[in-house]
C-alpha cells in the first residue's frame, strides 16, 4: 500500500504515522496549521505549538491534538516543551520588512529568537529521544530565502539561512541514529504572514498593493500563483513517510521554479 499520499482529513485512510508523537509550531494557523492536520490524519498526536492561545486550542481540538500555548522567544519557555517528539516540524515565523540602516535592532533579534534559536532548542531537546528509539523526523520549514536573497528582509533572510546550515548539521550528526533533518522552501503561501507583509512592501516599494504580489512576489517565479499550505503540508508528510528515509540534509524547494533562474 502506498502511503505517501496524505490521508482523507476524517483519518479513515492509511495511518503510517500511528503510534507517533508530532511537534509543530506556528500550528495555530497557515502552514503550521496545515501540517497538524496532515499529520494528525496519518495517525500521529499532535503537540499544537503557538502564541496564538485560542487559535491553538482550536486546532487542538480539530486534531486530537493538545495545544501548548508559547511564546519562542522565551528560552525557558521553549525548554520547557515536551521532549517525546517522534516529529518536529519548525514551522513558526515572523517577518519585518526595511531596509538595513533602518531596520530596528530589537526586532532583528527577536526574530533570531523565533526562528533560529527556538528551532535550535527545540531540536536540542527532542534528539536525545528520537536517539534512544533509533527514529525520528525533523522538518524545518524554511523558504526559498534561505537559498536566495531579497531586499527590506535582512533579519528573516538571515534566519532562514542560518536554519538550513542548522538543518544539515543535525542531518549529519543524526544519521546514524535513524533520524533524517530537512529543510522545505516554499516561495510565498497564502498565510496570514505573506498577507500581512502585502502592505508594507506596498510601502518598501511605493507601490500599490495589487502591485506587489504580481511584480515583487510572483515576478521571480515560473507559476504565477501563490502556494497553498496544504501543499507544503503534503511535502512535510512525504518526508516522515517510510519512502524518504534516505532523505535528509535536504532543502526541497517549492518556489514554482524561482531558484531555476
Known amino acids: 500500500m502506498d502511503t505517501t499520499s496524505a490521508p482523507p482529513p476524517d483519518g479513515s485512510g492509511p495511518r503510517p504515522l500511528t503510534g507517533r508523537t508530532a511537534l509543530v509550531t506556528g500550528a495555530a494557523s497557515g502552514i503550521g496549521r496545515a501540517c497538524a492536520v496532515a499529520l494528525a490524519a496519518a495517525g500521529a498526536r499532535v503537540y499544537v505549538v503557538d502564541i496564538a492561545a485560542e487559535a491553538a486550542k482550536a486546532v487542538a481540538e480539530e486534531t486530537g491534538g493538545t495545544a501548548h500555548v508559547v511564546d519562542l522567544s522565551d528560552p525557558a519557555a521553549v525548554d520547557a516543551l515536551p521532549a517525546d517528539a517522534d516529529i518536529v516540524v519548525n514551522n513558526a515565523g515572523l517577518q519585518h520588512v526595511a531596509p538595513v540602516h533602518e531596520f530596528p535592532p530589537d526586532r532583528f533579534t527577536l526574530i533570531q529568537r523565533v526562528m533560529v534559536e527556538a528551532p535550535f532548542r527545540i531540536m536540542r531537546r527532542t534528539l536525545p529521544h528520537m536517539y534512544a528509539q533509533e527514529w525520528g523526523r525533523i522538518v524545518n520549514i524554511s523558504s526559498v530565502h534561505g537559498?536566495?536573497?531579497?531586499?527590506?528582509?535582512?533579519?528573516y533572510v538571515t534566519a532562514k539561512h542560518a536554519l538550513e546550515g542548522l538543518s544539515k548539521t543535525v542531518a549529519l550528526e543524526a544519521a546514524p541514529y535513524g533520524v533524517t533533518s530537512n529543510c522545505i522552501n516554499?516561495?510565498?503561501v497564502r498565510t496570514p504572514l505573506v498577507e500581512n507583509q502585502v502592505a508594507a512592501q506596498a510601502l518598501?516599494?511605493?507601490?500599490?498593493e495589487d502591485e506587489v504580489v504580481e511584480q515583487i512576489m510572483l515576478e521571480r517565479t515560473a507559476i504565477k500563483r501563490l502556494i497553498e499550505p496544504s501543499e507544503v503540508a503534503e511535502a512535510a508528510l512525504w518526508l516522515c513517510s517510510p519512502h524518504a528515509s534516505y532523505v535528509t540534509g535536504s532543502s526541497?524547494?517549492?518556489?514554482?521554479?524561482w531558484t531555476a533562474h
Open 147 to 155: 537559498l536566495r536573497a531579497s531586499p527590506y528582509k535582512s533579519a
Open 252 to 257: 526541497l524547494p517549492l518556489d514554482g521554479g
Open 204 to 208: 518598501a516599494h511605493g507601490i500599490g
Open 186 to 188: 516554499p516561495g510565498y
